[in-house]
């Protein structure tokens, strides 16, 4: 996709749908993806943390997660089409992922958010196989990641909160050949 800057940050200049098909081919030709959903409080904290600023320049999309970002685009003369938010996005992929019986792994939110989790989308996705559902309260993200290593799920959805869902991101996703997307409070929603 085309670029725009806000603030130094490369958001992709794509619609929703453009951006979902998109990464959905990646998925089904298992390409390592690596999507951050940018909010104006990450573009500030990017600002003041050049680490976090190179890893939304590594990404492989960063997309408009708020209306001041859409805002910032316009005012800079070079629009954005639409929000993509982190929690619309993983429900668009886990409604296709059960259509095409695809793979899952969620890490993050507390140990009864992700029992509530594992509920739901057992009812709302059946033909989804949920390879894991982890809470977002370890001590070492390692020996997550090689489970993950083995799995090789087709997405993985980390809600811990930035920056450390993408710092984590940034480091583990070699060892998965699918979707890598900090979601930051989404299980919450999703399992209440
Ligand atoms: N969380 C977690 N581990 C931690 C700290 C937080 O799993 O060590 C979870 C927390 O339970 C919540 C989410 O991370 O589900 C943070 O959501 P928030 O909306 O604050 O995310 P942000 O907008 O900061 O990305």
Redesign the pocket.
């Known amino acids: 996709f085309p670029i725009v800057n806000v603030l130094n940050v490369p958001f992709i200049n794509a619609t929703q749908q453009a951006f979902l098909d998109a990464v959905e081919h990646r998925i089904d030709t298992r390409q390592t993806t690596f999507v951050v959903t940018a ?1 104006p ?1 990450i573009v500030m904290y990017a600002r003041q943390h050049p680490s976090y600023q190179t890893l939304l320049e590594n990404a492989d999309y960063v997309t408009p997660d708020g209306i001041g970002i859409i805002k910032g685009a316009e005012i800079l003369k070079t629009p954005l089409p639409e929000r993509i938010t982190g929690y619309d996005t993983m429900l668009a992929l886990l409604a296709w992922g059960n259509q095409r019986q695809r793979s899952v792994y969620f ?4 140990q009864e ?1 992700i029992t509530d989790l594992k509920r739901v989308v057992a009812n709302r996705y059946p033909h989804l196989k949920v390879l894991g559902a982890r ?4 001590d070492d993200f390692a020996p997550i990641a090689d489970d993950i290593a083995q799995q090789q799920p087709d997405m993985v959805f980390l ?4 920056p ?2 993408e710092e984590l991101i940034a480091a583990y996703q070699h060892l998965n050949h699918g979707l890598w997307m ?7 929603v999703l399992s209440g």
């Open positions: 909010n409080e890490v993050g939110a507390k958010v809470n977002g309260y370890f809600a811990i909160g930035f450390k869902q900090g979601v930051g409070g989404s299980f919450d």
